[in-house]
């Protein structure tokens, strides 16, 4: 396989936030001759996206007019995810031109904002969850090699996403107060309690109760249980 | 729920659970899914594969079946050097013997209902990876559609191509690696909300089963 999608797939797998996500799929969707794009999940009828998109990569007043005005649901584009699991050309989603205006204007608006061609990757997720990572720009010249190619990097980028929107919530769900962090990098070293009343200038009692607080938070059974997670979980740095 | 590793010699145990597995990768992979062939008279789905050498990793729920796997040794014939061999173009990470191929997996189809990622398949997420750990392999091959890619990626696995993706029966098709470590396995038990090791350190047996998630 070429070594230039290998290391691009490879440096996808190690970026560590969304923007990083943002840079490598950029870089290399550049290369297909695509601009901008979006990664999201497709909300059930009725629901807003915005909690749905995982990177934006589309112009401001375009995303604020999508989302806004809950474009998505109207989209042929979006629509047509749930009826193929191959990429397909936005020009190629089926809507009825003169019965739907309501598809028309979205169509017709994008246009305006200077995306009248794109690629659309539709994600199939576990549970029927569906997601799409669509990419502006001409499709008339690629290869059916190049869109395997690009439906990769695509799957590639959306499951990178999710799995760190899942860690952020997991970080979030499991932080820990800067004063229990602070407790606890002291445990880490090794002082007792007495030590670090003195170190703090906090009493005993509070220093066992911010230790026993961590523990509740991490769901841990003993202190040296609570200090070895937050290690794990990067809250504390030695 | 419930995991169950079975390899020979099998138990009567499980020698009726096998017989449950094959029955229902039958309806999915050759039924729901069209794979003909695979399709047999007698409605069983068993391959050459399907030999001592396979381990069938199988989850139950109330003593029913409700998914599996098959993993079988990549220094033995394999489906992914022999029907897939077109999709492998580049060599495997390290030895043959440090690996295992991963084919078969399935949920069955009445637990893939809500919209969200079934206990069932995280499950089996989660004991594939323990238990490929607990093997000592490196890397665990799979051909597979390519939401696979996306579906790995998103439990925090790293997915490395063998070739090019192709169309394979007009399904985006690929054959990969995927990378075997305790950071995977954190990171599927953090994806998945899974809390607790699902392998037995013993032989298996008859356990008393254990809630899979703490909340």
């Given amino acids: ?238 | 729920m419930q995991v169950h590793i079975v390899r020979g010699p099998v138990s009567d145990r499980h020698a009726a659970l096998l017989e449950d597995n094959y029955r229902l990768r039958h309806r999915i992979f050759v039924e729901q899914q069209g794979w003909q062939a695979l399709r047999r008279s007698d409605g069983r789905d068993v391959d050459a594969f399907d030999n001592a050498d396979a381990t069938h990793i199988l989850l139950t729920k109330s003593d029913q079946l409700v998914g599996g796997s098959r993993v079988t040794p990549l220094d033995r014939p394999n489906l992914l050097q022999t029907v897939f061999s077109g999709l492998v173009q580049d060599d495997l990470p390290a030895d043959p013997s440090l690996g295992a191929d991963w084919t078969r997996f399935y949920v069955r189809p009445d637990r893939r209902e809500g919209r969200r990622r079934t206990p069932e398949s995280a499950a089996l997420f989660c004991a594939m990876m323990e238990y490929a750990l607990n093997e000592g392999f490196t890397f665990i091959t799979f051909v597979s559609s390519l939401s696979m890619v996306e579906h790995g990626n998103a439990v925090g696995w790293r997915i490395t191509p063998l070739g090019e993706p192709a169309l394979v029966d007009g399904k985006a098709t690929v054959a990969a690696w995927i990378e075997v470590s305790e950071h995977a396995l954190d990171n599927v038990r953090r994806a998945t909300g899974m809390r607790r090791a699902l392998i037995p350190a013993s032989p298996p047996t008859r356990g008393p089963s254990i809630p899979l998630y703490a909340h």
């Fill in chain 1, 1 to 238: 396989m070429n070594a230039d999608l290998m290391n691009r797939i490879e440096l996808l797998q190690r970026q560590e936030d969304a923007d990083g996500i943002h840079k490598v799929v950029s870089d290399t969707i550049g290369h297909y001759g695509f601009e901008r794009f979006i990664i999201s999940g497709l909300p059930d009828r009725g629901v807003d996206v915005r909690p749905f998109v995982l990177l934006s990569g589309w112009d401001d007043e375009w995303y604020k007019r999508y989302t806004n005005l809950g474009y998505v649901h109207l989209d042929p584009v979006a629509r047509n995810c749930f009826a193929t699991t191959l990429p397909f050309d936005w020009s190629d989603a089926p809507y009825d031109r003169e019965g739907d205006p309501q598809a028309r204007r979205v169509m017709d608006e994008a246009h305006d904002f200077g995306m009248n061609e794109g690629l659309c990757v539709p994600v199939h997720l576990e549970g029927g969850m569906q997601g799409v990572v669509s990419l502006v720009g001409r499709t008339d010249w690629l290869s059916e090699q190049q869109r395997l190619e690009l439906h990769m990097l695509a799957l590639y980028a959306h499951g990178r996403l999710r799995f760190l929107n899942t860690v952020q919530t997991d970080r979030r769900r499991r932080a820990i107060s800067p004063r229990e962090a602070e407790v606890l990098k002291w445990v880490a070293s090794g002082k007792t309690a007495a030590d670090i009343a003195e170190i703090t200038g906090l009493s005993a009692r509070t220093v066992n109760q911010h230790c026993e607080n961590a523990q509740r938070r991490l769901g841990t059974n003993n202190r040296l249980h609570t200090v070895v997670e937050a290690i794990r979980h990067k809250l504390i740095a030695l």
